[in-house]
C-alpha cells in the first residue's frame, strides 16, 4: 500500500499514564530560556515570509541561537525599575544577497528584519517590560555556509532534501499530569492575567505524579507595579493557587495539590516580585532549545528529541520538520484511531533523501485491553503515509505561525 | 580688585577676519560624530538630573566615549531601507551605588537611563530613522576610579576642586564665515527642513574665505522616502543652494558662491541619497569628541582645546567647564566692551584647587584702532572675574541644556 | 536500614539492547555545542578552585551560557585561514566581591578567570586553532541573584541544600552502539588524532542499530594543512573507515558498517575540509546544553534530563549533581551487583533540602532471566544509600575535572 | 617656477617660542587614546601590506575609531591583578572581497588581520599587559561605501584623488617646550624603562611656559609588580623627577620645574600604582583621535586640525596624508632654510582633484630679525614643490611605520 518505510509495533513499556512516577515541566513564555525560544521563532518566521515575499521562495537561514543575558532590577512594591538591561544576542546565518532567476540582486535586511522581530515579539507578549530601558537586543547574523545552500537551490523539486541525519519524535495522548502542566500555564498566561494582571509571564509549572497524587508546582512572578504590599501578594499567590484548582477539576478526577512560590518567605521579605514579569530582568540567563521540546513540555518519562525546535529553517531543517511532524501524527492517530492508550512515533531521516520519506518511521503503540495491535496497523500505516506525503504544509503553518515550537 | 590671576594683553596676531586664508568646518547634528556628541551629553544631563533628583547631588560620572559603527543601507527613490543596523555603544563611567548621609542605599539605573536617553535623543533629532529597524544601542557603563569620587565628596564646599590640569579656549566675535557656516546648517536643519522634509539632518558645511571670497561648500543627505527620482534631488539641491545664498546675504557683503552635494556625479546616478538622513547608515562611523568644538565648529586659525566637551560630568570637569566658560566670557565681553574686533580667552586649571580660581585667565585682544589695550583691561578684568564668580552656573545650564557642547 | 527514600522497581520496558531499533549521537569535542560545552566547564572549575583557593569555600556562579557565533573561512589544500573570526560570548553570574568572617574584603576576578580558562581551552583541545587571529573571546557575567547566595551562605552545614526542585537520571550499562558511538569520538580524537593530525576535532558520530546491524555515520573535519589534495583527502577518509571497524571489534560481534563525510561530493569538489578543525569557523553557531547529556551521549531510546550540566556549579545546583550522580550510581551498581540487564536511576530534589536527601529516589532495572528483581533489591538500595552519602565527593571530583559533563 | 597653488607670507603673529604663555602636552603611548591610536594605526598598516601582497594595490579601507572601554584593576605592591578585563572595540571599514582584473577572486580575512594586528601591537609595548587575562579585543569592521572605491579603482594614475575636502597643518621648529615635552615621554617610555621597569606606558607630560619659566607636570604610571612598597615608589617618582630634569639640561637653558605625580596624597595612600602600567586598566577610556595630533603633540597655541590621522588609509585619506605631508614639509623648510623663526605650512585639498595638487598650499613664517621674507620664498616654494611633488612617498612611509602618526 505504502513504499514508506512505516513500521507499527507494540510499544515495550506501558502507557505513561500507568507509571508509578510521573514528572513533567513546562517553562512558560516568561521564562528566560523561553523568552530566546520565541524570539528564534519569530525572527525564522519573519525572515521566511520575506524571503516569500521578495524572492519567491525561503533561502537559506538558520536563526535558532538566540542567548539572553540577564539584567539587574530593584522591584518595589508599587513599582521598581530595571538597573542594568537584559542583553539578548541574535545568533544565526541568513542569506542577505541572493540573484533571481531574471538576474535581479536583492539585498536582504536580515539584521533590520531580526531586530523588529524580537522586538515586536517582546512587545506584544511582555506588557511590563520597557522596550526603551529594560532591554538591548543586539544581532550578529552571518553568512551561511555555501554548500547547504545547494540543497535548497533545486527549484523544480516539491520536496525537500534532508540536511541532515536528524531524527524527531512525538506522542500522544498527554497524560493527565502532562495537560494539567500545560494548560495552568497557559490558563495563567491568558485568562487569568486578563484578570490579575499583576501576575508576569514568567510561569514555570512542575508536575509530579505518584501514583494517583498530583502535585503541581507553579513559580509565577508577579509584576511590582500591580503589588502594593505583601497583602498583594499574599492574595495574588492564593488566588493562582484557588485558580489553578479549579483548573485541575477540568482535567482529572486525581487528587492534586498546588504549590505556589514555595522559595517565598514571608518573614525575611523574599518573595517572587520583578518588575518586568520576568526573571531574566534579575539573573537568570537563557539561551534556545534548552527549555521545552516542540510539544510544550519537558517529559523525562518520554524520549525527547535535543534538537532545539526554535529558529531553525522550516523548509529543510529536518529536525524541526520531524519534531513538529512526529508530534502531528501522534496526534492525528489518537484522534481518528480508537483503542490507543499511548503512541510514539519517530522519523529517522537519512541526509539527501526527499524529506517525506524518511529512512524508518517507526510507531510504537500501546492499545487498550480490547485492542490487538493488528486491529489498528493498517489505519495507523494509513495516517503517517497521508501525513509524510503533505509534510510540506509543516513549513507552511510554521511560517503562518500555528505551530507552537516549544 | 580681583585677587585671580587674569592678564589681559594684545593678540600677537591680527584678527580673524582679517587673515588672508580662513577655512572654518561644521558637521550637523546628523554627522555620525556630531550623533556620538549628541548622545553622549543627552545621557551626561539624564544622569546628572537622576542624580539631583534621587540624591540631591552629581555624583561621579563621564559618558564621553559614545562610539558609533555605521550600518548598510539601500536607499532608493520614494523610500529604500537599513539592510544593516547602524550600532551605537555608549561607554563611561557612572556611579551605580550611593549611601546617603541618613544611611539610605541609593542604586542609580545608570544603564538603562543612558539606554533610554539615546533612543531619546535618536526619536527627537532625526524622524527618518526608524528605532525599531535601523539602530542598535548598546552600553558598557564602568564604575569609576575611587579617588575621583572624593574630590566630589566634599559636600560643604561651594565651588568644586578641579579634577584635571586642563585647558579650556573661547573666541568672539565669530568671523562672517564662521557666522555663515554656523547659521547655514542651524537654518538647513530647522526652517529649511520644515518645508523640505527630503533634507536629512547630515548637514556638513566647510567654509573657505580668500579675500572677501567666501566659498561654501554644502553635503546634505537626502532622504529617499521625498525624492521620487533624480528631478526630485535636483529641486532639493536647487533649492538648498539658493537658501543658502539667501540666507548669506543677512550676515555678509562678501562674496559668496555656495556649492551642493560636489560629489554628486548624476551620469553615474551617484547622488547624496539616504535612507534615514544620515551617513551613519552606511559605511561613515563616528565617535565622541572628532567634530565640533564646544562653540559648534572646526576653526584651524584660531586656538582649539582637544577635549572633548560632549558627554563630561559639567561639575567637576574642568575641560568641559572651561571650554564653555571661556567661549561664554569671550562673548560676554564682546557684548559689553566696544572697540573689540577680536578676542581669545584661555583658561588654565590647577587640579585640586577649586574652578573659579585659575592658574591662569589669559585674555588676548585685537582692538580696533581707536582702541588700546589699557582702554578696556579693567573692563574686561571685570568680566573676567565675575564670570569665574559665577562658575557654577555653567554647571546648571549644561544640565538643564541651555549650552549646547558641539 | 535506610531513611532516604529509595525504591527499585521493574522497568517496565525491556532492555534498550533489545530494542529493534535504537538511535545514538555524540558530539565531538569540536562541535560547535562542546565547544561552548568545554568551555563552560572549564570556566566553572577554574571559578571554584579560585574560590576555593581564596576565600576557602565555593560561592556562588553559574556559567551555563556560553554562546558561539561562528566564523568565515577560506579552508585551501596545504592550508587556508579564516577570514571571519569565531565570537565566543560567555555568560553567567558569579560573585565578585565577598567578605569573608574576619571581615576581610575579596574582590574576585572573575571576568579575567572566565577569559584566561576558556582560551587557555581552547588552546589545550584545538592545535589548528589560532588564537591571535582564528577566534574573539568576550566575557559578560553579572552578579547573581542575592537570595541564592543564602543558600549557600550557611557555613556549619556539611551537605548544601537543593536550589531547585530539579531531576537527574542515569543509565547502565551502555548498549554495545552507545559504547561504539562514545568510543568511536574518543579513539579519533585521541589515538587516531596522534598519527593523522589531519583529523580535525569536530567528529560527529551518529550510530543507528536496527536488529543486529550497526550503522555508524562519522561526520569528521578534515585539516587543510595537513591535506595537500584530494588524494590525502581520501585516504584520511578511508583510514578513519577502516580504523573505525577495527575499533568496532573490539566492542560487538554485530554487524558494523561505518560511513564517512557522507555529505562528500568528491566530483563538485565538497569536501569537509577546515583550517582550524570546527566547523564553527564557517556557518555552525554553538551553545551549552544543546549536545551531550552528562554520560556523553544523546539517546532519544533513554530518557534524558534536558538540564544543561556544563558550566553549572557543583556545589550546589542541583541538576548537575543529580544528572552526574545518578550515573554514577547506575555504574556502580552493573558494576556490583550480578543479573543487571538495564538499570535506570532517578533523582528527583526537593527544593531547600539537602542534596543527600532527595525527594525520590527510584531505580529502575531489568534484570537477566536467572535474577528476580527481589534478588538484587537490596544490595541495589544499599549502593544508592552509600552514594548519596558522599554526594558531595561529586563536587570535588567536578572541580578536579574528574567527571566529564558532556 | 611651479604651477602649484603656493603662497609664502608672514605669519601675522610672532614665532610661539616667543609668547607670554604657552601650553604643550603629551599622552604618551600607554595612555587610553593613545593606545587606541596605537591600534588604529597598527591595523591600518597590517591591512594596506596585506592588500599590497596580495592584490598588489591597497584597496578601500578605514579603521580610524577603535574604542576601549577601561577594566577595573586591583593593582597591589608586589603585583595586583586586573579584576575586569580592558574591552577594546575595533571599527571601521575594510574591502572583504575583491576581483583582481584577471578574474581572480580575494577573499582578504580583515577582521583576523585586524584582531591579530591589535593583540600584536599590544603585546610589542605593554610588557606588563596579559593578554590572556587583561584584554578582550574585538573587531566590526564593514564594508565601505561603493562610492569611495571608484576613487580608487582608477589603475592608470600615478596619483590619487582626494577623498574629501580636508585640511592639513604642520609647524617647525618645535620650540623649546614642545621638544621637552615631547622627549620627556620618549625618554621614560624608552631608555628610562630600560633601567625602571616600574614605570608603565601610561606617562603623560603637561609643559606650561611663563616666559622663561617652564614647568614640567609628568603623570607616570607605577607598575605595581616591580613596587613593593611606599618607599620603592617614592623613589621612582624622585627618579623620575631628576631624570628629566636632567633632560631638560640638553634641550633649554630656561629655568625647569618637574612635577611628577602631583595628585599622590602618600598619608591617604593614593598613588598612581598599576598593574599593567596603564589607566585603561581601572576607569579611564580612549578612543582614536582624541589626544595628540600627527606630530606627537597637543598645541593650543598652534592651529591644529582635529583630523584623526591614526588608522586612516594613507593612500587618498586627505587628511591623514596632509597633516603628515605639512609636518614634513615644515621640518625640511627649517632643515634647509636659514633665518626661519617658525613656520606654518598649510595644505587644503579639493575634493576629485590629485592630491599632489592642493587648492592652496600657503605658507605663514616668522623670519628672524636679519632675514626678510624675500629672501626665503622661492627656496621655500621649492622646497615645497617638490615634497607635494613626492605625496606618494607618505604613503609608503606610513605603511612601512616610518612616519608616527600621534
Known sequence: ?????????????????????????????????????????????????????????????NTDETQLVAGNAAPAYGGGEVVEPIYILIVGRATKYYVDDDGVEHHIPVDSIALEAARDYLREHFPDLDLETDVIVDVKLGEGSGDLQDVFGEDGKQVPMA???????????????????????????????????????????????????????????AVDAYIDGLDDYEALVGDIQSAVLDLADEYTTRDVSVHVNTADDYEDGSIYLTTTGTSAEQGDDGSVGRGNRANGLITPNRSMSMEATS?????????????????????????????????????????????????????HVVTDDDTAIADVEADIQAIVDDELANVTDITQRVIDGELSTF
Chains 1, 2, 3, 4 share one sequence.
Open 163 to 221: 540536511n541532515d541525519t536528524s531524527f524527531g519524535v512525538g506522542h500522544a495522548p498527554l497524560t493527565e499530569t502532562e495537560t494539567l502542566v500545560l494548560e495552568t500555564e497557559r490558563y495563567l498566561n491568558r485568562a487569568f492575567h486578563d484578570d490579575h494582571p499583576g501576575i508576569g509571564q514568567d510561569v514555570k509549572v512542575m508536575g509530579k505524579r505518584e501514583g494517583d497524587q498530583i502535585d503541581l508546582t507553579v513559580a509565577a512572578a
Open 1 to 61: 500500500m505504502t513504499e514508506r518505510n512505516i513500521r507499527v509495533q507494540t510499544l515495550d513499556r506501558g502507557a505513561v499514564e500507568d507509571e508509578a512516577v510521573e514528572i513533567v515541566e513546562r517553562k512558560g513564555i516568561g521564562h528566560p530560556d523561553s523568552i530566546c525560544d520565541g524570539i528564534a521563532e519569530r525572527v525564522s518566521r519573519e525572515l521566511a515570509q520575506t524571503y516569500l515575499d521578495r524572492v519567491g521562495k525561503v533561502l537559506h537561514y
Open 311 to 363: 529558529g531553525k529553517n522550516p523548509v529543510n531543517h529536518i529536525g524541526k520538520i520531524y519534531n513538529l511532524l512526529s508530534t502531528e501524527i501522534a496526534h492525528s492517530v489518537v484522534d481518528e484511531v480508537e483503542g490507543i492508550r499511548d503512541l510514539r512515533v519517530r522519523l529517522l531521516s537519512q541526509i539527501g533523501r526527499p524529506i517525506d520519506e524518511p529512512h524508518v518511521a517507526d510507531v
